[in-house]
């Protein structure tokens, strides 16, 4: 297999993918437990570590390690902040606050951006690709573990603009190729995505508590339906 910086990617953070699939509240919401209030958080965070990212990726548009890969069409600002409208209603935006780990998160960020921008590629492949390739699925565990009714609360998921993800996923595997870059930049590049999945990982497990809670609340509920299901029954005999 060539190695070029796509491969090189794939390859290198294999492990911190798995990682992250492994995570507490990652593995729950992949199994349908979803809590809207963890959710929301989730996405309030989200919407923080895309808002650092977009602004680094848009100040440094015309460097050579980011002009073949900032496609505007993958933002993510303006429908994460839908989201949450729908989740907190109109004033969200005085009401959320980025949690320790997010905060950590877009520092990060922040200094690679104005350091070594071409490190931004790392955290650019890591969640836009990450969100096209996972998106969908996703969007269908949320909606009906959280039984949203119509399509409010997820427009996260939603590429308006990107009519054939599978197509514009290939297209940009080519533009991360096409990056004129040292090896000593690629390997680099590679060791900033598997920080990235770790910044990620760090930021979910922040949720793993309230998880908990749902799953113990859940089981706790469980036990009560049986009970009193079953009361007559497990009642002592005189």
């Known amino acids: 297999m060539v190695n070029t910086l796509a491969n090189e990617l794939r390859e290198g953070t294999t492990k911190s993918h ?6 507490s509240f990652v593995k729950s919401f992949l ?9 929301r958080k989730l996405v309030a965070n989200l919407y923080f570590v895309y ?3 977009e602004e680094e990726l848009s100040s440094n548009k015309d460097h050579p390690a980011i002009k073949p890969i900032y496609f505007t069409e993958l933002n993510r ?20 606050q980025p949690s320790p780990a997010t905060n ?36 269908k565990i949320a909606r009906s573990a959280m039984d949203l009714s119509d399509e409010r609360g997820t427009k996260f998921y ?6 054939d993800e599978k197509t514009f996923k290939d297209n940009y595997r080519a533009a991360l190729d096409a990056i004129p870059l040292s090896t000593d930049q690629v390997q680099n590049i590679v ?16 949720l793993n508590s309230s998880t908990l809670k749902i799953i113990t609340m859940l089981i ?19």
């Not at 995505?193 to 922040?206: G, R």
Request: glycine fraction near 6%.
């Open 158 to 163: 939603d590429f308006d603009q990107i009519k």
């Open 220 to 238: 706790t509920n469980n036990i009560q339906k049986f009970k009193a299901k079953y009361k007559s029954t497990l009642a002592p005999v005189d």
């Open 104 to 139: 950590i998160y877009i520092d990060r960020i922040h200094s690679i951006g104005r350091k070594q921008p071409e490190l931004l590629v790392a955290h650019a492949y890591t969640r836009y690709l990450g969100d096209l390739s996972g998106g969908q699925i996703l969007k």
């Open 31 to 39: 199994g349908g437990v979803v809590d809207k209030k963890s959710y």
């Open 191 to 206: 060791s900033e995505a598997n920080i990235s999945f770790t910044l990620n990982m760090k930021m979910f497990e922040e």
């Open 77 to 96: 600002k303006v429908s994460l902040a839908e989201d949450l409208t729908y989740y907190y209603g109109s004033d969200w935006l005085n009401i959320i």
């Open 18 to 23: 798995s990682m992250a699939e492994n995570v």
């Open 51 to 53: 808002c650092a990212m």
